[in-house]
Structure formats: structure tokens, C-alpha cells
């Protein structure tokens, strides 16, 4: 499924969605979208939002649009980029988890029409009910929405993108380097969902279990490695808070892994991203070049 923007970037009052459609090629959720609009669950409040907004099914060459957001999984963007290479939109953003780098994207859709980004969101949706969290304050420590041009330059189009998602109450990043903060990201994100698959995709459960947060710690610095092995810089650089003491670190995420932000921003979306997940492990560690054993990695 392709979006203009996808429920994850949806927000209370959301000025946005005047200025923004979303592109659903068929299926249910086109049906219920056209119907009922975007239905929103706050996960943390319970609060409800109704966001109205068009919809197409059908995305014409010469339908152009100011942005193009594309939020799928790595495991169905292949499906997209046909569609993708024959609209004359100049501004595309990937919305989309790659640890290999946008080569294949700008074969597709040229180079000077890619923006890259990512959201500090995550949710499920439930009978056409959206529940949704997003990433807020000190939630940002961890990872925030981030954009960047693949030349790392602020271009006009950057800022009108930033300040597009600043009207609607978000505090988006900038990064110079995409490629390296995607590549980190997904570091990151490996672990995570291996620990989380021990226990079902419980974030409560992997909470009791120091041994098993304690090895994904370790194995995302095994992982952070590899990165290293690339000349890849871990980005952002707050994501060099892992090597603190493992005592430390695993504390922290004992405590995180027992909230409802654990719940929906990574738990739920294990269950959904299983294949995506498997996807990403198998592109990661095809840049394991170097032949690390990633001993902590494989006993989570």
C-alpha cells in the first residue's frame, strides 16, 4: 500500500490533512477510508480522531502532487516503484527501511527526485481503528521523524517538507547522511525484534528477562560493528549511548519494554513486519563482510 500519507503521520488537529491525500490502490481500506476517513486511536490517551481525507486508488502520470510519501515495507516497495517511475511528482520521499543503500530506487526514479525520511511513530491498525503512538519528547532520546536529501544538503524542497510536518505539531530532524542513519536504524531495530520474538512479541514479558536484554545490548554493539567494518558513523551520534555500561543500558530498556510506548512502537510491529523484519536481517548481514561471529546476537 502506497500513502501520502499514512496514518502513522497523522496527528490531533491535523492542518496537514487539508493539504495532503492518500493513495490506497484498492483493497478494504480504500473502501473504508472513502467511507469513514482515517479513524485514530491516541495508544497513550485513548483519545479518538476522525480525519477526513481524499483518497485515490489510482495514481495517473500526470497526477502531480507537492510530496509523495511512500510508507511501505521494504518487502512490498517493489510493487511500488513501477507505479512511482511513471507520475511526474518531482518530490518523492521513502519512508522505507534500507540498510542497502538507494541505488536501485534511483535507477528507477532518478536521483535528483529522492528524498529520504523515517518516523519516530508506530501503531496497528484494528477493525479500521488506527491506534498509533508518536515519538514526543523524551521519546525523541531515542529516535526521532528524520528527513535528508541524498546529498545532505538543506534544499528549499527539505525545508518546505520540514516546515509541512512542523504546522502539524511534529519537530522533525534533519540529517546529512540518510544512507548511514537508515543503516544504523536497522542495527538498532535487529536486536530489538530478535529479543521481542523470544517472547512472542510480549514487550512485558521481555522486560522480566535480564539475560535477554542484556544480549541486545551486546549484539547491537556486534551489529554496530559491522557498520564500523563499512565506514559507516553510527547516526545519529546519541546512538552512541549503547556503550555505556551494559549494567546501565539494560536497565533502561527493562524499564521501556514495560510501556505502552514498547507496546506499539515496537511490539505490534513485530507482529505485522515479520517477513520485513526477516527481509532486513538477510540485507544486514549480507554486510557482515569481515565474518563476525555476532555471538550475543544469535543467543538472544
Not at 480522531?49 to 497526477?63: G, R, Y
Not at 510508507?71 to 507520475?87: F, M, R, S, Y
Not at 546501565?248 to 513485530?270: D, F, N, S, V
Request: aromatic share 10%; proline share 3%.
Amino acid at each position: 500500500m502506497v500513502r501520502v500519507l499514512s496514518e502513522a503521520f497523522l496527528r490531533e488537529k491535523l492542518p496537514i490533512a487539508d493539504m495532503m491525500l492518500r493513495y490506497s490502490p484498492g483493497g478494504n481500506r480504500y473502501d473504508e477510508i472513502q467511507k469513514n476517513g482515517v479513524i485514530l486511536k491516541n495508544s497513550l490517551t485513548n483519545e479518538l480522531l476522525n480525519v477526513k481525507v481524499p483518497v485515490i486508488n489510482v495514481l495517473e502520470e500526470e497526477d502531480i502532487y507537492e510530496y509523495i510519501i511512500i510508507t511501505v515495507q521494504k518487502t512490498q516497495i517493489d510493487g511500488v516503484l513501477p507505479v512511482i517511475q511513471k507520475n511526474k511528482s518531482k518530490n518523492i520521499v521513502f519512508v522505507v527501511n534500507n540498510p542497502l543503500g538507494y541505488d536501485h530506487w534511483i535507477d528507477c526514479i532518478g536521483y535528483e527526485r529522492m528524498l529520504i525520511g523515517f518516523p519516530a511513530a508506530g501503531g496497528e491498525n484494528k477493525n479500521g481503528v488506527v491506534h498509533y503512538f508518536i515519538g514526543t519528547g523524551i521519546n525523541k532520546l531515542f529516535q526521532s521523524t528524520t528527513f535528508g536529501e541524498l546529498n545532505g544538503q538543506y534544499s528549499q524542497r527539505l525545508k518546505g517538507l520540514i516546515k509541512l510536518f512542523k504546522k502539524s505539531g511534529f519537530s522533525p530532524s534533519v540529517s546529512k547522511n540518510m544512507d548511514w542513519w537508515q543503516k544504523t536504524h536497522v542495527a538498532v531495530i535487529l536486536p530489538i525484534a530478535k529479543a521481542l520474538y523470544r517472547y512472542n512479541s510480549d514487550n512485558y514479558e521481555l522486560s522480566k528477562s535480564n539475560e535477554t536484554l542484556k544480549n541486545m545490548v551486546l549484539a547491537t554493539r556486534e551489529c554496530f560493528q559491522i557498520l564500523k567494518d563499512n565506514h559507516v558513523k553510527i547516526t545519529p551520534k546519541k546512538l552512541y549511548f549503547y556503550y555505556l555500561p551494559v549494567c546501565l543500558i539494560r536497565r533502561i530498556w527493562q524499564i521501556i519494554m514495560r510501556t505502552k510506548i514498547a507496546e506499539y512502537a515496537m511490539a505490534k510491529h513485530t507482529i505485522v513486519a515479520k517477513d520485513e523484519i526477516k527481509r532486513l536481517e538477510e540485507e544486514y548481514m549480507s554486510l557482515n563482510t569481515k565474518g563476525n561471529k555476532l555471538e550475543h546476537y544469535f543467543k538472544i
